[in-house]
């Protein structure tokens, strides 16, 4: 089922929680809202489960107008947070229970509600567990039967609220994979909350990433993290560097000097240089790069960071390299250059929080050295 949401905008009180939020969904895709508290994920999931009403605009289900439509009437299968489980009802009669609630002209057979119920547990893995109560299941086992339970009534879209927030981190990356796998077998158009980057770009098959009551790009996981449109969605994906910088003569200086790398046909003038840690190389001398202190380092999986102070009024920078190349750079002197990185210059002396919207991004391609 294709879902489009056109022109929304949502009010609590006078708090526009959205403001014309357009989105289009397509029909069995896999699509996370992604974005920090308050950026109006929940609130758009909602307005599209029909738990809430658009102050303005309007949702189509393919080519109807469900705006106004109960969630009954939407056919929507809603997974929480917290697994939502009846606790005095069985794993199969909890999966059950969405089939047997139904009119009467609606409902099927007992038998049938049995068969389809039964399906479903062993697609979720979780066959012979149909007699057992929700507190004698671990978390993971609730959120599985929680997903059984949505899609037991065959629903137009599958709407997950971060499903996976409650469990342990190991447990969560299991059923990430396990989702997907699901997804790819049943087909169902699925939209989920998340505020994990992670999850998200591991799951999806688009990402929205939302601020402030607005989406800041829609895009595949790799085009949101190699190509951000913004300082914000550089920032929230994946860890960044950003640094003041000056354009001058086509080349890039970093306080008092140039740093190698050039922005042809770029005005003189203020902008601000985003890189990734591990998008850098090392350098033996500096005649043109950034230098610095190493004030920190640690080890993060197999990799090591260290955070490295540029001196002056600048915001230290963090660097990504393997154990190995980073094991003589304590407390010493290191010196670098990005070779992926993106420049955003400002549109007005406005500063940048409220003209967000207004930003250009000059990508460029990797530098060599």
């Excluded at 086992?141 to 137009?156: K, Y």
């Excluded at 920190?296 to 960071?305: K, L, M, Q, Y």
């Excluded at 540029?310 to 390299?321: A, D, F, H, K, N």
């Amino acid at each position: 089922m294709e879902v489009r949401v056109q022109n929304i905008r949502k009010e609590f009180g006078r708090y526009p929680a959205l403001e014309d939020v357009s989105l289009d969904i397509r029909s069995g895709e896999l699509i996370a809202l992604l974005g920090p508290s308050g950026s109006g994920k929940t609130t758009l999931l909602r307005l599209i489960a029909g738990l809430e009403s658009p102050t303005e605009g309007t949702i189509f289900f393919g080519n109807e107008d469900a705006s106004q439509k109960s969630v009954q009437q939407r056919n929507i299968g809603f997974v929480f947070q917290h697994y939502a489980l009846f606790r005095h009802m069985t794993v199969l009669d909890n999966i059950s229970f969405g089939l047997k609630v139904r009119p009467a002209n609606r409902r099927p057979p007992a038998a049938e509600i049995r068969r389809r119920a039964l399906d479903l547990l062993e697609l979720v893995q979780l066959s012979g567990l149909e007699k057992r109560y929700p507190a004698q299941l671990s978390g993971g086992q609730r959120q599985r039967v929680a997903l059984a339970r949505a899609m037991a009534v065959e629903p137009n879209v599958l709407l997950l609220d971060e499903p996976f927030g409650a469990l342990d981190a190991q447990v969560r990356k299991e059923l990430r994979k396990w989702l997907r796998e699901i997804h790819d077998r049943t087909g169902h158009t699925t939209v989920f909350v998340t505020h994990d980057q992670e999850e998200a770009l591991e799951l999806a098959d688009r990402v929205v990433v939302m601020s402030k009551g607005a989406i800041e790009q829609v895009g595949t996981p790799d085009d949101i993290y190699d190509h951000p449109v913004s300082p914000f969605v550089y920032g929230f994906i994946g860890q960044s560097n950003c640094l003041d910088v000056t354009l001058a003569g086509g080349e890039i200086w970093f306080e008092d000097r140039p740093i190698g790398l050039r922005a042809a046909n770029e005005p003189d003038g203020p902008a601000t240089l985003y890189f990734r840690p591990h998008d850098i190389e090392l350098l033996d001398g500096c005649g043109g790069c950034l230098a610095g202190l190493v004030t920190a380092s640690r080890r993060v999986a197999g990799t090591r960071h260290l955070e490295v102070s540029l001196g002056g009024t600048q915001p230290s920078v963090e660097i990504e390299l393997p154990p190995e190349r980073a094991s003589s750079t304590d407390h010493s002197r290191v010196a670098f250059r990005p070779t992926r990185w993106k420049l955003y210059r400002e549109a007005s002396d406005v500063a940048a929080a409220s003209v967000q919207a207004q930003t250009s991004a000059i990508e460029l391609a990797p530098t060599g050295t």
